[in-house]
């Protein structure tokens, strides 16, 4: 949705959080999601969402006319769904007015979708706040963890006047081993360009990369994304939400809290 901005959505909308009243940190656009898909099987036109799997179209989702969505009697179907809700909601926490959320959560999975966004909110958060040479480093330790060998004279003590940051060699499983470029951008606000992605390109052609890596805590306009895979030395982006998948894939310097969220089987009373 962010990269295709459809309906005319942005990066930054999509991926955005907020702080709520008393401190807790959720993401918009995941509860309007999350909204809008319960709405839509709701009214039949989806079958029930599974965690971890696709959203499936029932065949009335597939062929019902959308200009009039949702109609009167669709409305009461979904205001009767967000009625039970509420109802089952408040059974559980004995109480109208739950003081631990300044948002409805709907259910389990959703607070298991707005918890694992805040932390990784947090995440890119502190990564901005990092100084140059730390973010660097990070990245550096990141992509070594990716299986990237880097080398210590050419990758470290140098790279800082030569327009990369960092440099290393991939073996891959022919065992064929290639030349690694690093280039690393702590962007606040905006997003990376092509003329960023063409200077890199001409770093790496000092170093003979065969290909390199751009990694960055926003992310890549379409140019940018172009640019990248253009002529012999392709370049593989990472951006902020990639980057934090990535922390969260190898288990860079976090801390994984187990924990369980009962189905909505539990919450059927009768």
Known sequence: MADNEYDGLTYKMVYSSKTGRKGNTYSPFM??????????????????????????????????????????????AIDTYWDQKKAERIARSKTKDDPSEDVVMTDSTDKEDTDNLSWKAELLACLMAFDP????????????KMGVVIDKERGIVRSGDHGIDGFGYFTSDEFRTSRVAIQCKRYTE????????????????????????????????????KKATQGSNTVTLIDGQELADLVEKYQLHITPIVTYALDDYYYQFK
Do not use: C, W
Not at 67 to 72: A, G, M
Not at 133 to 144: G, P, V, W, Y
């Open 31 to 76: 509860f309007d999601f999350n909204f809008g898909i319960k709405n839509l099987h709701s009214v039949g036109y989806l079958e029930q969402p599974k965690r971890g799997q696709d959203i499936v179209l029932t065949d009335l989702g597939r062929n019902d006319d959308l200009k009039s969505y949702p109609t009167d009697e669709q409305q009461k």
């Open 133 to 144: 040479a730390k973010f660097e480093s990070f990245s550096r330790l990141l992509i070594s």
């Open 190 to 225: 905006g997003a990376v360009s092509e003329p960023e992605i063409d200077k890199f390109k001409g770093a790496m052609d000092g170093f003979n990369a065969e290909y390199g890596i751009f990694v960055t805590t926003s992310h890549f306009t379409e140019q940018a994304k």
